[in-house]
Every structure is written in C-alpha cells, then in structure tokens.
C-alpha cells in the first residue's frame, strides 16, 4: 500500500510530537512536509525528522501536490480557516481540538468537510484512543453500569506548565478554560453517554496566578451541567495542579461506578523513603497521553488506508465547542445557560 504523504502545520508545545510520532512511530505515512512561522521549528523538522520541504505559508504547503494529508497543530483561531482550505486541495485533514472558537466559522467548517466525503475528516480527541478511557467505554457498552446517572471530570494542568502556558494564551486566543481544556472532558461526557448538554452553569476563580488576568483566563474553574435525558455532569478544570497533570473521570451508573485515574499515577511503581510511600505523579499531557496520541495518528492514517471515516468527527467538534462556549459564558455573566434554546 502507497504511504500517506503527510505535511504538519505547527511544530509548538503539541505539534512537536505529532511529528515524531507520525515520521518514527507510524506505519503507512511519511511526514513530507512542515510549515511553521518559526525558522527555529523548521530547522528542526529538517534536520531531526527529515522533512523534505518546508514552509512558512500554510496555503502554498496545501497547494503541494506531494502531500495528500495536512496535521493541524496550529493555534485554535486558525484551525476552521486550515481545515476548509485542504479540504477545497483534496487533502485529508486532522485537526487539533478545538475545531475552531465560534460557532459560526465551525458550522461553516463542518460544511465544508460534509461536501468532501471521500476525504478523511479527524478531530484531536486523543483521550478517546487511551488504554484505560478504552477499556472504560467497552464497560460502559456492556451495560457493566447500568444507566450513567452522574459523570464527574477533572481536568487540571500542572502550575510548572504555566510559564509556557501565559506565553501561549498571550500569542493567540485559547478560547479560554473551558474551551482550551474542558473540551476533552466535555467530549469524553458525550462519549459514554451519547447523550447531549441541555444546561450549564459555570463559575471559576484565580487566586495564584494574577498573570492568568492580564491573559484573560481563568485558574480554575468548574462547571455543573444537565444532559437531555437529566444526567448529571460536574467538571473542575485548572491551571494550577502543584501535584502533576491531574486527568481523572468518574462515572456513576445504576448498577456500578468506576474512576479512571483516580489518582493521576505515573507508573506502577512506588517509592518509600524520607517523605513516606510515595506514588509518583503523572506529570503533563505528552507523558500522560503519549500512547493516545500514537493511537490516534495510526487511527488517521488506518482511516485514509482503508477510505472509511473515523469515529470521532466534526459533529463532535462542533457539539463540544458549543458546550464550552455556554460555560464561558455562564461563567462571564453568572446565569444558567440554556443551551437546547
Ligand atoms: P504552540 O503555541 O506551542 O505552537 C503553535 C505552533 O503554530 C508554532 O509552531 C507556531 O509557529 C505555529 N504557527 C502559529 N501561527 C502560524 C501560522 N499562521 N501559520 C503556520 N504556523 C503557525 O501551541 P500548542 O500548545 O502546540 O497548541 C497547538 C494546538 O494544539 C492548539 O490548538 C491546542 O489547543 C492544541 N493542543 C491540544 C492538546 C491535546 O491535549 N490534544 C494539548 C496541547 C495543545
């Protein structure tokens, strides 16, 4: 089978590992080609990666007909605008999450990808291609829980991230907390139940980190929602975890409940000394979700291989943003925010 000839935009914190992953990890593609505005990057993808062409504008590395996919790892303001224009090339696209900030340049995206069905549309929902988030579902479906009735989520990145994290916020838009880091959570409820947000109301506080202010984003925040059929969801998102990367969901159902990472645990190991037992954290998304991200890029390209689509779509990408935005706004102004209306 031909190889899939891949070109990445973004080479930053995330798109860094993208291209490891999809020129050493992945079978069946070849990383040809990278663009970034940043000489450094590029640089680096040559001589580390061995990226044949490189570039520094998006739209002429799209126009190439040396690649057949692009890998979006570019700032979240710029995925709706990147995916629409390889998809008109022909391209098939991966974004990173979330697929775009308004829902207005979403629904448009999700359009233009639905008039282009022979190519493979995917949505960076790595959490979904985890061992354990897998291996929850497949319970899940079995009915091992009975009716979910209640899911809680905790998704809260570690404060020695925060240096790079303010720099990040203040060269392009995040889309804020709720948008930039309970998406996952927000899609991972969606997963196991199926079912979609009717009401949120979000609230969120900073209080070590005055930085985060100056940014416009939030420390911590958290949210409480309804679903259609009066499921209940609760989330606390951060910026500030002193112990790690902290990722953990609990699902209570009828019949059972079960946690994923209830502890954020780097490995099996523990350690006794000075300081007592200690259980070692997992300490940021790359170490935590390492194998996802794998899983997910040989997903894509499988996808491609095979000309089917994958489970994860722009539906998602659009539900989810829908939701994150509603907590943003309850947040901003403090009321209930009835999403169905
Ligand atoms: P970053 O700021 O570290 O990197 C951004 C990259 O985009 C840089 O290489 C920069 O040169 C490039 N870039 C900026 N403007 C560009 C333009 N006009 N044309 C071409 N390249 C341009 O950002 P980071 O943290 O890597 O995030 C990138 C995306 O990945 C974001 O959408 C973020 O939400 C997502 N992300 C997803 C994660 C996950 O858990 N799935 C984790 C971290 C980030």
Redesign the pocket.
């Known amino acids: 089978m031909e190889k899939v000839r891949v070109g990445i ?8 590992i993208h291209a490891k992953n999809l020129s050493e990890a992945i079978q069946g593609c070849e990383l040809v080609a990278a ?4 000489p450094a ?1 590029l640089t680096y993808a040559v001589e580390e990666l061995g990226v044949q062409e490189t570039f ?3 739209q002429k590395m799209v126009e190439s007909p040396f690649i057949d996919a692009v890998f979006i ?4 303001g ?2 709706c605008e990147q995916i629409q224009v390889a998809m008109a090339h022909g391209k098939h696209v991966f974004s ?3 697929i775009g900030l308004s829902i207005a340049d979403i629904q448009q995206t999700v359009n233009v990808i639905a008039e282009h069905p022979s190519q493979v549309f995917m949505l ?3 959490r979904r291609y985890d061992e354990s988030y897998q291996y929850a579902k497949k319970l899940v479906e079995a009915g091992e829980l009975g009716e979910i009735t209640l899911v809680r989520c905790y998704g809260i990145d570690p404060s020695s991230g925060m240096e ?1 994290f303010v ?2 916020a203040g ?2 838009d ?2 804020g907390l709720f948008v ?1 880091m309970s998406i ?1 959570d927000i899609d991972l409820i969606r997963w196991f139940t199926k079912k979609e947000v009717s009401k949120v109301w979000a609230i969120g506080k900073n209080a070590a980190y005055p930085e985060l202010d100056k940014v416009g984003e939030l420390e911590t925040g958290a949210a409480m929602m309804q679903l259609e059929d009066n499921t209940m969801a609760l989330l606390v998102a951060g910026r500030n975890c002193q112990h790690g990367y902290h990722v953990e969901t609990e699902l209570i159902g009828t019949k059972g409940m079960l946690r994923i990472a209830a502890a954020p645990e780097k490995n099996l190991v523990t350690v006794m000394n000075q300081e007592g037992v200690v259980r070692p954290c997992s300490q940021n ?1 790359p170490e935590r ?1 390492r194998e996802a ?1 794998i899983n997910e890029a040989r997903e894509f390209i499988q996808c491609i291989q095979e000309k089917r689509q994958p489970e994860v779509n722009a539906f998602d990408g659009l539900q989810s943003t829908r939701i994150a935005l509603a907590c943003k706004k309850s947040c901003e102004t403090n009321q209930l925010v009835d999403i169905l209306k």
């Open positions: 935009v973004g080479l930053g914190r995330l798109g860094k663009c970034s505005v940043v990057e520094t504008d998006y790892v570019s700032p979240s710029f995925h990173e999450k979330p960076g929902f790595m790079s720099k990040f060269a392009s995040s889309g930039d996952h998304f979700f991200f």
